[in-house]
């Protein structure tokens, strides 16, 4: 039989009235540990979440690697590459990459019988996965995009759309400038949609492969690049590296540049601020750590010492001090779990509730997302869960060492 588990069970289970101090202090340990273990959860669970959604919604414009001229990825303008079969297979056959998709970008105003609006159409075709548009789709829909012929329709942003006060399935004008000559175009409005990433919901519309190619007057094989989506996002550097000595640097037919860079390289202000949150994250962990171990500490050294009676007769009984710090150490064990099982309940029951109701709001012209995001990460939660029963057990052994100074004959007349 273990002897301290024994002793700690039955003074834990135990409803004494006569325990008016330790009760309300084992009572607060216990808070201290729920409340800063919910705390944790909570953190890193919105955290997350938000760094996930921005960066989904950062790739879902750009992907996790954009091939293309070496110039193009350098400055503003576009300068055309050569994008046949032969190099879509090439970019499919590479190790990691999940899908290949072209894309051309072209410039032009949008005008309207009282506004006009300088904006991007992204070109795109039949190959590009639209899952990213259909999430943040709002009103409309998405119509089939060709790289063979125009089907002279555009999505257009909730951002554009208010600007110039458009409604799907309205015509609007688009005006190109190519070589000193104004080309005007006609468009149909085919859906509206919503991400909230300001930066790109201001000027990103979508058109045809097709059309944005020929209005950048392009040959039929060229486009301003590939969008590659990667099967591990957290090997996307790896997966890059394989491009920087397979395809960088070589040229096409037309006397063009391949090049390639990651989506953290073509938006790193983002990254770096996301990146940023994990200190957050951190200073949050330190400080509940360090709030549910001094509360432990407090907590215990009340319990030794409203217990100085029973250690001295313990004592008298020949239990060494190590068996009856073992016993306390047992004792805060049971109360570490009991605020583990409150403080999970707590801060998982608050996740799960803003996940499926959305009850707290956010500004999205601030934050980019109008609802707190939130992401379970159940490995993680135990890690935090065993982290924490550890770190406090830890902090635990040197009050511990109390024990020794109490004699038995004095503690034993000890009221």
């Avoid at 409803?15 to 273990?37: F, H, M, Q, Y």
């Avoid at 554009?160 to 104004?182: C, M, P, R, W």
């Avoid at 070589?250 to 391949?258: F, L, N, P, Q, V």
């Avoid at 432990?296 to 009984?317: P, Q």
């Amino acid at each position: 039989m273990n002897f301290p588990l024994f002793i700690a069970r039955r003074i834990y289970g135990r409803n004494d009235e006569k325990r008016k101090v330790s009760a309300p202090a084992v009572r607060i340990a216990t808070a201290g540990v729920a409340i800063g273990l919910a705390v944790m959860i909570i953190s890193v669970c919105v955290i997350l979440g938000f760094k996930h959604t921005i960066r989904d919604k950062v790739v879902g414009f750009g992907s996790h690697i954009q091939v293309a001229d070496f110039m193009t990825l350098q400055t503003s303008e576009q300068y055309p590459i050569q994008m046949g079969d032969s190099m879509l297979n090439e970019l499919k056959r590479t190790q990691g990459v999940k899908h290949v998709q072209r894309f051309a970008m072209t410039q032009g105003i949008l005008k309207t019988d009282n506004d006009f609006l300088g904006v991007a159409f992204k070109g795109i075709a039949e190959e590009y996965d639209t899952t990213f548009i259909h999430q943040n789709m709002i009103e409309g829909g998405i119509p089939k995009f060709s790289d063979k012929k125009s089907g002279n329709k555009i999505l257009i942003s909730k951002t554009i759309a208010d600007q110039l006060k458009l409604h799907t399935g309205e015509k609007v004008f688009a005006y190109f400038l190519s070589h000193n000559n104004v080309r005007p175009r006609r468009f149909t409005i085919a859906g509206i949609y919503q991400t909230n990433l300001s930066q790109y919901d201001k000027v990103t519309c979508f058109t045809d492969l097709y059309t944005a190619v020929r209005l950048n007057s392009w040959e039929e094989d060229q486009a301003s690049g590939a969008e590659i989506t990667v099967e591990d996002f957290d090997r996307v550097d790896e997966t890059e590296s394989i491009f920087i000595n397979k395809v960088n640097r070589t040229i096409d037919k037309y006397g063009e540049t391949y090049s390639s860079k990651t989506i953290k390289e073509l938006n790193p202000s983002i990254f770096q601020w996301l990146d940023m949150l994990d200190v957050n994250v951190w200073i949050i962990l330190a400080l509940m750590i360090a709030v549910a171990g001094v509360t432990m500490i407090s907590g215990l050294l009340i319990i030794i010492l409203e217990r100085t009676n029973m250690i001295g007769v313990l004592k008298a009984l020949g239990a060494n001090n190590t068996t009856i710090r073992h016993t306390f150490l047992w004792f805060a064990t049971f109360m570490i779990g009991r605020g583990l099982i409150y403080g999970n309940i707590l801060g998982v029951g608050i996740i799960a509730l803003q996940k499926y109701t959305g009850i707290f709001k956010l500004d999205p012209t601030i934050y980019y997302v109008s609802t707190v995001p939130v992401e379970f990460n159940f490995p993680l939660i135990l890690c935090l869960n065993i982290a924490t029963l550890i770190i406090c057990l830890i902090v635990l052994i040197v009050p511990s060492f109390l024990i020794s100074h109490i004699h038995p004959v004095k503690s034993i007349r000890y009221e």
